[in-house]
């Protein structure tokens, strides 16, 4: 049966469904999920009974249409329904964004949610894959992002934010500052599904400033914040030209009769999610501080209900996440088959306490046991991406190879309207070129929280320097000639001198060092998310949402938050 349950992981680029892994294990409830990142907290118990106690009605009769569901969110959250659209999950507004407004190009940082790759590609469309640099904590610069589509002549963009897998963090004005910059493009996409998650900014949402722009769609996800992945509903915000194209293409009833019931209810539960919010955020410092005391676990800073974490040298994600759910019925996200990423990685969802401490038992098992170093093996070449699509499949090599060549010439000249990045924020601030270590997007480490100094340890292998020995000794047997004009017989070692070998590419990280730019244990104990701007850093005036006292607003920040 663990055979059966493990299969259903090799067939694609996403994880398979609870349904499909509760079937396979057959053991009445599925594993206690760190994969599927929703808010756990969202709905309370007693709206799920009210739900269930009005199930036959919602699943016999028509729901309403799209625009009386869209037009009740609209009016929720304050904004005007003519710059709204709702889809059937936000993959379903990725998939029309695609083919209404994506005319040839798409530049989308990697790793990054597997829809912005696979779906362009699967319709012919050229991917310019940027890749973010595990050196720098996979943090997006976004000069060096602009710079990189000047040089493509990209006609799209795609800023996650904050990214999925690894949860970076845009502030808003340096995200403010990438749209106007790019204003010629055909179309820039801020996708903000898990922005209410964040607690880096007051107000970090775009929303408002999206709604002025002719080209820009800020997308965002219901399904995630309030913990429905199955209902399948989300929204795109835009100017009312730019969304009224993609809604005219929806079907009438694309949305369905548990999302309208959800959506009219909200309104008499916006102080329990705004809740649910808190202690999400609450649960993000506790889990990354428990986690920080495996040895050789790298956490990263993340502004998602997710932690990135970096497995110790000897571990292969594969095989963790087998053993986990195999073992210890605990679903984690390898990330092997994510492009920019490896099965070094895995995507864990921040779950209450509990939980918590049932998957660092299960990883000190798993990492640690006995049998580490049969179970837990490290593959020598990594584990190559598979979309589980052909059409993709056969387009990653074209596409993902140039978008990477270019990626690493980056930096020849300023993309006109970002030369000042470094005085605007984090988010914008001068980047070495591609593959060179730098400081994560942050004012510095927490107060208690140094970062560790340059360790002999760290020095990568020379695996060169074993070839050396043998053309030495040839040189005895070349000395043909008998006469007395033989060289001397230190002449052989009079050989031109030898340029010291390339550096060799860094190597594995050894256990209990982080990768340059990510956290350990003492760095990353009691805070993920990076500091505030600094105070010479006057943040976009925030615009707020009317009746704020009753709802979070756009980016889920109530009074309290």
């Given at each position: ?16 469904s609870?349904a499909a892994l509760?079937?396979?294990g057959?053991?009445g ?5 760190f994969c599927?990142?929703?808010?756990p907290y969202f709905p309370?118990p ?10 036959k009605d919602?699943?016999t ?17 304050q ?9 059937n999950g936000?993959t379903?507004?990725?998939?029309w ?7 040839e190009?798409l530049?989308?940082?990697v ?5 912005w ?5 699967e319709?012919g469309?050229r991917?310019d894959m ?14 060096q992002y ?8 990209t006609r799209?963009?795609?800023?996650c934010?904050p ?9 808003k ?9 790019m204003?010629d493009?055909?179309?820039i ?5 898990f922005?209410?998650?964040a607690d880096a900014?007051?107000e ?10 002719p ?7 219901l399904g995630k ?8 509903f ?9 969304a ?12 369905n009769?548990?999302?309208e019931?959800v959506?009219?209810?909200l309104?008499?539960h916006?102080a ?13 410092l506790e889990?990354a501080?428990q ?6 676990l790298?956490?990263y800073?993340?502004?998602g209900?997710f ?6 040298v000897g571990?292969?994600?594969?095989v963790?996440r087998?053993?986990?759910?195999t073992?210890?019925?605990i679903l984690v996200?390898?990330?092997g088959n994510?492009?920019g990423?490896?099965?070094?990685f895995l995507r864990l969802?921040v ?7 049932r998957?660092?038992?299960a990883l000190?098992?798993?990492?640690y046991?006995s049998r ?12 190559s991406y598979?979309s589980?699509t052909?059409?993709?499949?056969r387009?990653?090599?074209?596409t ?6 270019l ?14 990045a470094?005085a605007?924020g984090p ?11 730098m400081?994560l997007?942050v ?7 140094p ?5 002999p340890?760290?020095?990568?292998p020379q ?13 005895a ?9 033989a060289?001397p017989?230190q002449a052989?070692m009079q050989?031109p ?6 550096p060799a590419?860094a190597?594995?990280?050894p256990?209990?060092v ?5 956290l ?12 505030p701007p ?8 925030a ?12 980016a889920?920040?109530g009074?309290?938050?």
């Amino acid at each position: 049966m663990a055979g059966n349950v493990t299969s259903l992981f090799r067939s694609g680029a996403h994880s398979p469904s609870m349904a499909a892994l509760t079937r396979e294990g057959g053991e009445g409830a599925g594993p206690v999920d760190f994969c599927i990142p929703c808010n756990p907290y969202f709905p309370t118990p007693a709206m799920l009974e009210t739900m269930a106690s009005r199930l036959k009605d919602i699943i016999t009769f028509y729901p309403s249409s799209a625009d009386t569901i869209t037009a009740e969110l609209c009016q929720l959250l304050q904004l005007p329904p003519q710059a709204v659209a709702m889809g059937n999950g936000s993959t379903e507004l990725i998939t029309w964004i695609d083919h209404l407004l994506v005319r040839e190009s798409l530049a989308v940082p990697v790793p990054t949610f597997g829809r912005w790759t696979d779906q362009p590609m699967e319709t012919g469309k050229r991917v310019d894959m940027f890749p973010l640099q595990e050196s720098n904590g996979f943090a997006l610069d976004l000069a060096q992002y602009a710079e990189f589509i000047r040089k493509r002549g990209t006609r799209a963009a795609v800023v996650c934010n904050p990214n999925n897998p690894d949860g970076g963090f845009l502030h808003k004005q340096a995200v403010v500052q990438f749209m106007d910059a790019m204003a010629d493009l055909d179309l820039i996409v801020i996708d903000e599904s898990f922005l209410e998650f964040a607690d880096a900014e007051a107000e970090p949402s775009v929303v408002q400033e999206a709604m002025l722009r002719p080209n820009v769609i800020v997308l965002r996800s219901l399904g995630k914040n309030f913990g429905l992945h199955g209902i399948r509903f989300g929204y795109m915000v835009a100017n009312p030209s730019l969304a009224g194209k993609v809604r005219s293409m929806l079907p009438k009833w694309n949305l369905n009769a548990f999302a309208e019931y959800v959506v009219f209810m909200l309104k008499e539960h916006g102080a329990e999610y705004a809740q649910s919010l808190l202690q999400v955020r609450k649960d993000r410092l506790e889990m990354a501080s428990q986690l920080s005391v495996l040895p050789g676990l790298t956490v990263y800073p993340s502004q998602g209900n997710f932690l990135f974490v970096r497995l110790p040298v000897g571990a292969e994600g594969t095989v963790v996440r087998d053993r986990m759910l195999t073992e210890h019925r605990i679903l984690v996200r390898e990330c092997g088959n994510k492009i920019g990423s490896s099965s070094r990685f895995l995507r864990l969802v921040v779950r209450p306490e509990v939980d918590v401490r049932r998957l660092v038992s299960a990883l000190e098992l798993v990492l640690y046991g006995s049998r580490r170093g049969a179970a837990v093996p490290e593959l020598g070449n990594g584990t190559s991406y598979s979309s589980g699509t052909a059409a993709v499949d056969r387009l990653v090599s074209e596409t993902n190879g140039a978008g990477l060549q270019l990626a690493q010439a980056v930096g020849a000249g300023p993309v006109p309207g970002l030369a000042a990045a470094s005085a605007v924020g984090p988010g914008l601030a001068a980047a070495p070129a591609a593959g060179v270590g730098m400081p994560l997007p942050v004012a510095g480490p927490p107060a208690g929280m140094p970062m560790p100094a340059a360790s002999p340890v760290m020095q990568p292998p020379q695996p060169m320097v074993a070839q050396m020995p043998a053309p030495m000794q040839m040189a005895a047997p070349m000395q043909m000639p008998a006469p007395m004009q033989a060289p001397p017989p230190q002449a052989p070692m009079q050989m031109p001198p030898q340029a010291p070998p390339p550096p060799a590419p860094a190597g594995p990280t050894p256990t209990g060092v982080p990768a340059r730019g990510g956290l350990t244990a003492a760095q990353v104990r009691g805070m993920t998310a990076p500091p505030p701007p600094p105070p010479e850093l006057a943040p976009a005036p925030a615009t707020g949402w009317p009746n704020a006292q009753s709802w979070p607003n756009a980016a889920g920040m109530g009074q309290t938050g």
